[in-house]
T-cell receptor, first 108, second 113 residues
Framework: RKEVEQDPGPFNVPEGATVAFNCTYS??????FFWYRQDCRKEPKLLMS???SGNEDGRFTAQLNRASQYISLLIRDSKLSDSATYLC?????????FGTGTRLQVFP | DTEVTQTPKHLVMGMTNKKSLKCEQH?????MYWYKQKAKKPPELMFV???????INESVPSRFSPECPNSSLLNLHLHALQPEDSALYLC????????????FGPGTRLTVL
């Protein structure tokens, strides 16, 4: 079983739609969590950290449920520029553990 | 300045060549990382340097040799690579090694012929 699991998608959504990605992690010792986005042939870029209290950054909302070992990312009012692969990431001391990524394609 | 830079952007090398990848950050970060990423896969950790000392080697073959000359620089020396080593090599840095976000450079796309 992978340590961080995500639905690989693709999720194909129209502009303006709301889309949610889910992720589960198996290592209860994981200390912190992040969402990164990666465009084709580019480096991963940090989208946001994820906190137990939930956090929001503009159209993006991330939530962490430690009891269920579950992380989510909600994107509201999708834009064409949101098309990318979204990587769910856990951190345990020195190591980042990446999920396989969820591909999002937003169409006009 | 929140940037990690990497050179070269692209590298093509033969199996008998020796080459080096370079990474630099000026954010005062004390941890630096090398990752390897194959197409349609997530990044895989190779090495971690903390305070200029190697703290993690993820069982990487010895044909990859990391070096941290100072707190801002990280090199990856390559020798006798195989075609299956062709990948995107990403450098990252973070403030420390626990709980901090990592910031990635643009990567070096390596092709081994």
């Amino acid at each position: 079983r992978k340590e961080v699991e995500q639905d690989p998608g693709p999720f194909n959504v129209p502009e303006g739609a709301t889309v949610a990605f889910n992720c589960t992690y198996s290592n209860s010792a994981s200390q912190s969590f992040f969402w990164y986005r990666q465009d084709c042939r580019k480096e991963p870029k940090l989208l946001m950290s994820v906190y137990s209290s939930g956090n929001e950054d503009g159209r993006f909302t991330a939530q962490l449920n430690r009891a269920s070992q579950y992380i989510s990312l909600l994107i509201r009012d999708s834009k064409l520029s949101d098309s990318a692969t979204y990587l769910c990431v856990s951190r345990n001391t020195d190591k980042l553990i990446f999920g396989t990524g969820t591909r999002l394609q937003v169409f006009p | 300045d929140t940037e990690v830079t990497q050179t070269p952007k692209h590298l093509v090398m033969g199996m008998t060549n020796k080459k080096s990848l370079k990474c630099e950050q000026h954010m005062g970060h004390r941890a630096m990382y090398w990752y390897k990423q194959k197409a349609k896969k997530p990044p895989e950790l190779m090495f971690v340097y903390s305070y200029e000392k190697l703290s993690i080697n993820e069982s990487v073959p010895s044909r990859f040799s990391p070096e941290c000359p100072n707190s801002s620089l990280l090199n990856l020396h390559l020798h006798a690579l195989q075609p299956e080593d062709s990948a995107l090599y990403l450098c990252a840095s973070s403030q420390g090694t626990s709980n901090n976000e990592q910031f990635f450079g643009p990567g070096t796309r390596l092709t081994v012929l």
